[in-house]
């Protein structure tokens, strides 16, 4: 297992709960406490023979859940810190009795070490917070020691999937992956960067987008 110089309690800036939880919300959130991952038992519940995909913030669960729908043979690790949608989350894959998803409900960065090398098939990063001042830059998720990080974690010709609707992080995004120049960038021309991937599903924040008439950008890099 490779050791990367990642903070074990990283600075956090956000929001982790918002309104308060309802009897029935807290009763879903402590019986879905079966489907987190300690960090001890990480190693463990890898399976190398399947595709593992990990997904770094997903909201309600819509595209975690439905992706592991229909891949019962893909193994899905969902990583979110906001208790709310974490929450949500948890119910569905308990009315939908979904056996290959476990939940992280923390930071990822926390956890981000833990993972063996050559051990990710795919990373899906969706919508994340653009932290759109100059002032707040440093509080984006992709930075140059997270690309170092997940190179090592990602398998040999894994990806990594990143969903934005705001400019500035668009460029941003392409910035950082150019210049750390380990990935590719898959894309042959302007419909490989507007169109959905097939293999993603239509958020709750998609959908918001779009409705402002805000246009979605998806980039898919492969580990090179």
């Known amino acids: 297992m490779h050791v990367y110089n990642f903070k074990e309690n990283p600075i956090f800036f956000g929001r982790r709960k918002g309104r308060k939880l309802s009897k029935s919300s807290k009763l879903a959130f402590e019986k879905g406490k079966k489907y987190f991952i300690q960090k001890k038992d990480l190693n463990k519940i890898l399976d190398y023979k399947k595709q593992i995909i990990l997904e770094i913030g997903f909201g309600n ?62 990373i899906k990063l969706l919508f994340p917070d653009p932290w759109p001042k100059r002032k707040h830059k440093s509080r984006r998720l992709i930075q140059n020691d997270f690309l170092e990080i997940i190179y ?48 993603c599903f239509q958020t709750k924040y998609e959908l918001k987008s779009t409705l402002l008439k805000r246009k979605p950008s998806w980039f898919v890099f492969k580990k090179m």
């Not at 974690?153 to 992080?169: E, N, Q, R, Y």
């Open 61 to 122: 669960g819509d595209n975690l859940i439905n992706s592991a729908k229909i891949n019962s043979d893909f193994f899905y690790i969902g990583s979110d810190p906001f208790l709310n949608t974490t929450t949500q989350c948890l119910g569905k894959i308990a009315k939908h009795n979904i056996k290959n998803v476990m939940i992280w409900p923390d930071d990822v960065r926390k956890i981000l070490d833990l993972f063996p090398k050559d051990s990710i098939s795919e």
């Open 152 to 199: 090592l974690i990602i398998k040999p010709k894994g990806t990594i999937t990143i969903a934005t609707d705001h400019d500035k992080l668009k460029c941003w995004i392409l910035d950082k992956f150019q210049r750390n120049g380990k990935f590719e960038w898959i894309a042959q021309s302007s419909k490989d960067w507007e169109t959905r991937p097939n293999d």
